[in-house]
């Protein structure tokens, strides 16, 4: 009968998809070492890539997107000024690389919220373009995009709503269309968020005071775009020149 010798040993092989924990299958030494040097957890939903160490002081004085209030669920509140957005001079790359850097830096655990306002945005001046915005969304962790819960969009155009009614249940993911909701009037905003909880710039204040006087602007109807109504009418009559104003008359 032959006898085994110091050098024999045993393979144990285990299945991929059991969850089994292999610290009873350590060396003394292995152990050891595993105590001294443990991994850290990292529980954040960034990962190391979404963080970085630039300088982003610049964009904080900007103020266009910072973390502000929570709705009346509890939910963190980031707000998006959107007129505050130079987009002539901030790259998307470092717009993404901004946007991952407060998030994962600033937004604490938990479901949030957004409220963007689009007062007074000009697609030149303040928009980065929606390729930009959706490339910057999908690179999202999905994590992040699950905790989402609302997309409040302050005093939205004529062209907003339909580009986002046309392309927006096929160009974002994560379910983002139907996050969306239409806020054309702040007052609607106070449903969801106490009034006072989120800062509102003055301008979009007055923006909102304009539309309650307008309300056909919310759908892209300008009634009076020039203002003529303000202006003196002027006519010929049997070649003579007559000037009418139309908020009074002049006795002669």
């Known amino acids: 009968m032959a006898t085994s010798s110091s050098d024999d040993f045993s393979v144990l092989v285990l299945a991929s998809d059991l969850g089994i924990d292999a610290r009873p299958f350590l060396t003394n030494n292995e ?27 610049d964009l904080d004085l ?58 007074t945005v000009q697609k030149e ?3 980065p373009g929606i390729t930009i915005l959706r490339w910057i969304y999908e690179e999202l962790p999905a994590v992040i995009k ?55 710039p003055e301008f979009v204040q007055n923006h909102d005071n304009i539309l309650e006087n307008r309300p056909l602007t919310d759908y892209g109807i300008e009634p009076d775009p020039f203002h003529l109504s303000e202006m003196p009418t002027t006519a010929y009559s049997f070649g003579r020149y007559e000037e009418r104003w139309s908020s009074r008359e002049f006795a002669s």
């Open 146 to 200: 699950d905790r989402l819960q609302t997309l409040y969009f302050i005093h939205p155009g004529l062209r907003s709503r339909l580009v986002f009614a046309t392309l927006g249940r096929f160009f974002f993911s994560g379910g983002l269309y139907w996050k969306i909701k239409y806020v054309s009037r702040l007052q609607y905003l106070w449903e969801d968020i106490k009034k006072g909880e989120v800062e509102i």
């Open 125 to 127: 001046d303040n928009s």
């Open 62 to 119: 900007l103020q266009f997107f910072t973390l502000n209030g929570s709705d009346k669920s509890g939910n963190r509140v980031f707000r998006i000024v959107g007129k505050y957005f130079p987009a002539q001079v901030v790259s998307g790359e470092r717009l993404k690389k901004y946007i991952f850097h407060k998030i994962c830096s600033e937004l604490p655990e938990g479901p949030f919220c957004i409220v963007y306002m689009h007062s």
């Open 31 to 57: 152990r050891e070492q595993n105590q001294e040097n443990p991994e850290p957890d990292n529980w954040h939903d960034c990962s190391q890539d979404f963080i970085s160490d630039e300088d982003f002081s």
